[in-house]
């Protein structure tokens, strides 16, 4: 998965933890060659390496991953657009120079969800170079699943952490609501806020750790697949909903609208959500 | 696409994300079983309301058991027994003199009987559907009856909508106590059927719309046997429109619900039912819920004030209160406690009628017109 996972259960015996547990790493580790676009086998290289050639027949769960990012698609105008990664090969890690428009160009050509051709049973991207990514849906997908199972197997105490995505169901010991910490935007290892969830979903995204520093002039790791250039978004967006999925998503679109954009959406989508700008300053109904 | 913009980002992403595998229709995940006891105490009948008779009214204790079990991956069973003893009298007539309010003949504080019935019903589920097979039986002393129920649902819009569809029949036979002694029918019976169909729909992050209506036809012996005179149609045809709206606030941790009823059916009797409830969390594991509920009903088109003797008796009447034309008042608070496998509740209820109370200015005061206490004490717990 490509992040620190961690899985909390309160069972009534370790044996029935233990086999959980492992019941947990094993979906985990599927999701992960089903989707990681660094296996040659997953489903994610099978699509891309086939772009502009043939369809690639999908089953009942990409096709629901598929359908659930394009309705992404939709409610951010196409801000959150799966077809977008291929800014990668513009916006590649630790750049030191702003790219070139024409390159910029080049590969904005390649990006649209709309282009993506989709049905039940098969998917297509029409052009040679066109890419599809399920980062930015089954990590927190395959928290929500991973939840799902641990109930399954008559567990009904849980929480499981993927990155910083929360998945938490049940009471703790003390039967009350599993405390979760929202990492600090800047401040590693500390918490800005804490936030009691119960049959709840937390996703974080944004924060310190990645950006773009050129020319003395740091840029948001969050490009806009429209123009191809960085967003002046927000400093972090987090956001509570049912399922992991939803709250992972919504959270990164708060981060790809542009800031006063985002805390507009954010306030009108219905969900409960804290978002922390780049001052700083905190908003949101999340954390009162 | 016009339309999808203005569906709001909770409603489209939730729905979308409801529809993947792991978010599909599951059975209980563990077995639930209750128990729950319920003292109903009628109140006397106000001085000068009866002209003969024990002005003592009913006195019923219900005790209830069930429980519900996950079968394999994708059935559940479930069965629900429930025993009833009731004690005490009931109006056998009403009597109306010319310029005198009307008075009523009950029966002795004699009567005991039981009442028990058993319930067993299965469900399987699917990934958008489920459907449910229930048998019912239920014997007391004068009285048997079968029935048979097929439930189904399926969700639409990514399980922001659910169709319920449901049919059932039911046979009842009759067989009323002293029946050669007080020239009581010896024996009858009655059949039911029933059609109902139900939307729900979730309307947004904190909202649910659950609609419904129902239709049911009854034909057999439907008269009360105990009453002096009481002569009704062979056949009733009754139906139901009803709509239940549930809203969670979050500020003040709170539900708000909101219930109407309308009800008609062709012995002429037309009723509204609105009930409000709110579900107040005051801790994590305690909520108290007060709630208030209102009924008015018109009177059947073949009620009378007083039973008539002058009249034949293939004429159809009935001084039923019941049938009259009425309204009611109940007040009930009810106390949760919840861990995280069990929980306890306490609930109390007082209910008030009265002619003044209905929406009908004309109706007139039946003396028989109830007000009871009830008292319940329900414990669940997943094992």
Known sequence: MGCPCEVRLLADSTEMAQQTAQACTSEAQRFERKYSRYLDASVTSSINRSAGLSVTPIDPETYGLLQYAG???????????????????????????????????????????????????????????????????????????????????????????????????????????????????????????????????????????????????????????????????????????????????????????ERHAALEWLAHSGFAYLAVDQDLNCYGTLAD | MAVSAKISPWVALTGAALALPAFSAAPPDQMQIG???????????????????????????????????????????????????????????????????????????????????????????????????????????????????????????????????????????????????????????????????????????????????????????????????????SERLQTVVNFRYRHFIESVNSSLHLDYRFYHDDFGIRSHTLRSAWYQNLTEQFQLIPGIRYYSQNQADFYVAGDDYSLADTVFQSSDYRLSGFGALTFGLQGRFSRRDWSVSVNFERYLSSASYGLDASARQHPGLLRFNLLSLGFDIKL
């Open chain 1, 71 to 257: 309705v992404c698609s939709e409610q951010s105008n196409g801000l959150f657009d799966i077809t977008s990664g291929v800014l990668r090969q513009v916006w590649y890690k630790n750049r030191q120079t702003l790219p070139e428009q024409q390159a910029l160009d080049q590969i904005t050509r390649l990006i649209g969800w709309h282009k993506v051709i989709l049905t039940e049973n098969d998917v297509f991207l029409p052009e040679r170079g066109m890419e599809i990514d399920f980062g930015g849906v089954v990590k927190e997908y395959a928290a929500d699943a991973i939840a799902m199972q641990i109930k399954a197997s008559g567990i009904s105490s849980g929480l499981v952490s993927l990155g910083g995505d929360i998945v938490a169901f049940g009471s703790t010991s003390d039967n009350a609501p599993w405390p979760v910490g929202i990492v600090h935007p800047t401040e590693k290892d500390s918490a800005i806020a804490t936030i009691y969830l119960q049959d709840r979903a937390l996703a974080t995204s944004g924060g310190y750790e990645r950006y773009f520093d050129i020319q003395g002039k740091r840029y948001s790791h969050l490009i806009n697949p429209h123009t191809g250039w960085p967003v002046d978004s927000l400093l972090s967006v987090s956001v509570s909903a049912d399922q992991a999925i939803v709250a992972g998503s919504v959270s990164s679109i708060g981060l790809l609208f």
């Open chain 2, 35 to 233: 128990v729950k006891t319920t003292a109903y105490r009628e109140s006397d009948q106000a001085k000068g309301t009866v002209l003969v008779g024990s002005e003592q009214r009913y006195d019923i204790n219900v005790n209830q058991f069930y429980l519900i079990t996950p079968v394999g991956r994708n059935w559940s069973f479930a069965v629900d027994v429930s025993r009833e003893a009731m004690s005490g009298a009931s109006p056998w007539g009403t009597l109306s003199a010319i310029g005198a309010d009307s008075q009523l003949v009950m029966s002795g504080a004699t009567i005991e009987e039981a009442r028990n019935e058993l319930s067993l019903g299965v469900t399987r589920y699917s990934e958008q559907s489920s459907v449910a097979v229930s048998l019912t039986g239920s014997k007391e002393n004068d009285y048997e009856a079968k029935a048979l129920a097929v439930n189904a649902e399926w969700d639409f819009n990514n399980k922001l909508s659910t169709l319920a569809v449901g049919l059932s029949y039911s046979s009842d036979e009759l067989a009323p106590t002293d029946a050669l002694m007080f020239g009581r029918i010896s024996s009858e019976t009655k059949n039911s059927r029933s059609v109902s169909v139900g939307w729900t729909q979730v309307l947004g992050r904190s909202s649910v719309l659950q609609s419904g209506m129902s239709i049911t036809d009854h034909r057999g012996y439907l008269s009360d046997p105990y009453k002096l005179r009481d002569i009704r149609p």
